[in-house]
């Protein structure tokens, strides 16, 4: 995907919204083609419900587009925040049947995987959880996913690794970058993709390269039972609730 500030698209290409509501940031992109037309990126842990649709309406401002000519809304589906992920897949299913567009979703791991630069190693990305373990997934060095994604406590995260792909030269994406790079100890070969933190520009590369899937789910993904806390039954007085 190229650099943001890329001038001119083909207006025969479809044009993409994309955002990501799954991380510690909303981030929201405009894309047609080769093009990324608008972009913004706000660092945020909370508020992503109240801040998306006016970043929303900025973006296509900026991109000169209106919103009926959204083809494809791509939208982040964590794994991540409960809260962000339940407001960002609202308001995808919402723009797409207001712009009779398609939906598509796309994992963080795989918006991580869409601006890592190709090389000969294999990839492992990981998430901040917000709690004490990572959320990971291994890719081959061609960008396909090796295993599926996981929740892994750091203590856990090197004999994972080793686990599934050995020894091997391992580079280590995504906004938990350091906090995995501490967890694989003296693993030999781990280089640091910085700057990987999940992103709308990431989603909007990823939907980019699979255009033409006929796979659109956008399902929430979750690697653990969200934390609820549920009400104290009361106590029944004399018979009367």
């Known amino acids: 995907m190229p650099d943001p500030r890329a001038p001119g698209a083909d207006r ?6 994309a955002f990501d509501t799954a991380a510690s940031a909303c981030s ?34 900026a991109a000169g587009l209106a919103p009926g000519a959204i083809d494809i ?10 809260t962000g992920i339940r407001a960002g897949l609202a308001a995808a299913q919402g723009l797409t049947l207001a712009a009779r ?3 598509v979703g796309i994992s963080s791991f795989a918006a991580v995987m869409a601006l890592v630069p190709r090389g000969d190693a294999n990839v492992l990305v990981a998430l901040d959880s917000r709690r004490e373990d990572l959320y990971v997934q291994i890719f081959m060095a061609s960008g396909d996913p090796y295993a599926a994604p996981a929740a892994v406590l750091p203590a856990e995260l090197d ?24 967890a694989l100890g003296d693993r030999k070969a781990v280089d640091c993709v910085t700057g990987s933190a999940p992103d709308a520009l990431g989603v909007l590369a990823a939907a980019h390269m699979r255009r033409d899937a006929t796979e659109t789910t956008a399902r929430p993904l979750y690697l653990r039972a ?3 806390s549920f009400p104290k ?4 007085i004399g018979g009367a609730a």
């Open 12 to 17: 025969r290409a479809a044009v993409v919204l």
């Open 28 to 61: 929201v992109a405009v894309g047609r083609g080769d093009a990324v037309l608008a972009y913004e990126r706000r660092d945020m842990r909370h508020g992503h419900a109240e801040s998306l649709l006016p970043m929303i309406d900025r973006a296509m401002a």
């Open 73 to 82: 809304v791509a939208v982040s589906v964590g794994p991540g925040g409960f």
């Open 101 to 103: 567009a398609r939906l």
């Open 159 to 182: 004999r994972f690794v080793a686990a599934a792909i050995g020894d091997g030269p391992l580079r280590v994406a995504g906004d938990a970058t350091g906090a995995a790079v501490g």
């Open 226 to 228: 969200p934390d609820v």
């Open 233 to 236: 039954a009361r106590r029944i």
